[in-house]
Every structure is written in C-alpha cells, then in structure tokens.
C-alpha cells in the first residue's frame, strides 16, 4: 500500500493554475511552481511529472469545469429551467461581461490566454483549447435551437453559425475587458450580441 500524500492534490492544482495564469508557461519556472506550492521538484515530478504535464493537466481541467459550467447554466441545471432560452443565454453573457470587468488585475480567462500564449507551440494544449472552443459552441447553438423549438428564434437561423458568433463576442469582451473598459460598456455589447440573433416573427392575424 503506497503511501498517503502530505498535501492536497486539488489545493496543488489551484495553485499552480493560478501561478501559470498570472505569469505564463514561458514566465513560469519549476522553481517557481516550487516556491508557490512548497513541494520539492521530486514530489512534483513523482505526483504530477514535468512542467508541461503540469500545464496541460490544469488547463484540461479548467477547460472541462469552464464547458460544464456553461452547460449547466444554459441547458441542464436549475439555472436552466425558469427563464426562455433567450433570457438565460443573455443572463449567462452579461454574468460573463460582468465577471470579467469587475476583475482587478484583469487577468480575463485562462483558457484565452492558454490558446494565445501556448496553443501555436504545444499540439496538446491547442487540442484542448480546440474541443473546449467546440464546446462551447455547441452548447450555445443547443440553446438556440431550444429557443427555436420554442418560437423565440426564426428557424432559419443557422444555431451554430450562432454559437460560433456569440462565443467570438465572448473572447473579445474578454480581451477588451483587459484595457479596463468601462464594465456597462461591456454589458450593453453582451446584450446586443443576445438582440442580434434573428427572432421569429409572429403573425397577429
């Protein structure tokens, strides 16, 4: 029977996610990951291997939480049940809005900065960022052709083509939020993207 770590995995984790987020893989040494976690190299390597396994370990993770999140908000949990699918797919975009201007520092969203500062040089990481993009995607398109189903939305509207647009006003808000945009700036433009989708037209007749 192998013996029972001295520390808490998940705690680990937190940590080093927060350390890579703040300062970057390139930016982030061992020794750095050391100092944060206060485990020595060995017990690092021996519980979760190198530095790029680390990396790639907690940008999954973060990446998997950030789509179940999303899912359980627009389409599963008891968020989801009340509110048309319209009204939960702009409550979840100006929670989003919200979150990222009232950050200081902004340091916006990890798995943004994953795909821009590592994605281009690491295969595994721009998989991940890949399936997460997808996603999410897919989740808001779910949600669109819930509100097609229900009569909000117009049933030609492409519900993907959507997903992809509204996850594109996601990332820039996002980057945007970052120069310290004013934060009802960012709110009306999440509102507006939710406005623009092409909504049934119901005859009076």
Same mark, same amino acid.
């Given at each position: 029977?192998?013996?029972?770590?001295?520390?808490?995995?998940?705690? !680990?984790?937190?940590?080093?996610?927060?350390?890579?987020?703040?300062?970057?893989?390139?930016?982030?040494?061992?020794?750095?990951?050391?100092?944060?976690? &206060? @485990?020595?190299?060995?017990?690092?390597?021996?519980? *979760?291997?190198?530095?790029? $396994?680390?990396?790639? /370990?907690?940008?999954?993770?973060?990446?998997?939480? @950030?789509?179940?999140?999303? /899912?359980?908000?627009?389409?599963? &949990?008891?968020?989801?049940? !009340?509110?048309?699918?319209?009204?939960?797919? +702009?409550?979840? %975009?100006?929670?989003? =809005?919200?979150?990222?201007?009232?950050?200081?520092?902004?340091?916006?969203? *990890?798995?943004?900065? &994953?795909?821009?500062?590592?994605?281009? #040089? $690491?295969?595994?990481? =721009?998989?991940?960022?890949?399936?997460?993009?997808?996603?999410?995607?897919? !989740? *808001?398109?779910?949600?669109?052709?819930?509100?097609? #189903?229900?009569? +909000?939305?117009? #049933?030609?509207?492409?519900?993907?083509? %959507?997903?992809?647009?509204?996850?594109?006003?996601?990332?820039?808000?996002?980057?945007?939020?970052?120069? #310290?945009? $004013?934060?009802?700036? %960012?709110?009306?433009?999440?509102?507006?993207?939710? =406005?623009?989708?092409?909504?049934?037209?119901?005859?009076?007749?």
């Amino acid at each position: 029977m192998g013996r029972k770590r001295g520390f808490d995995e998940d705690v !680990v984790l937190d940590v080093v996610r927060n350390r890579f987020w703040a300062t970057g893989y390139a930016g982030t040494s061992t020794y750095d990951l050391m100092e944060a976690t &206060g @485990l020595g190299k060995g017990s690092i390597y021996k519980a *979760f291997g190198n530095k790029n $396994d680390l990396y790639v /370990r907690v940008f999954s993770d973060y990446c998997q939480a @950030l789509v179940a999140e999303a /899912r359980e908000k627009l389409l599963g &949990g008891p968020e989801a049940v !009340v509110p048309s699918p319209m009204a939960r797919l +702009e409550r979840y %975009l100006v929670s989003i =809005a919200s979150a990222f201007a009232a950050e200081s520092p902004h340091r916006g969203c *990890f798995l943004t900065k &994953g795909t821009v500062d590592v994605a281009s #040089d $690491d295969a595994k990481v =721009a998989e991940i960022a890949r399936r997460a993009f997808e996603s999410l995607a897919d !989740v *808001f398109a779910a949600t669109i052709r819930e509100a097609q #189903d229900e009569g +909000e939305v117009a #049933d030609e509207a492409d519900s993907l083509a %959507l997903g992809y647009l509204i996850l594109s006003v996601i990332r820039g808000i996002d980057s945007i939020a970052k120069s #310290d945009i $004013d934060g009802t700036v %960012l709110e009306r433009t999440a509102r507006t993207a939710v =406005a623009l989708i092409p909504r049934t037209v119901h005859s009076d007749r």
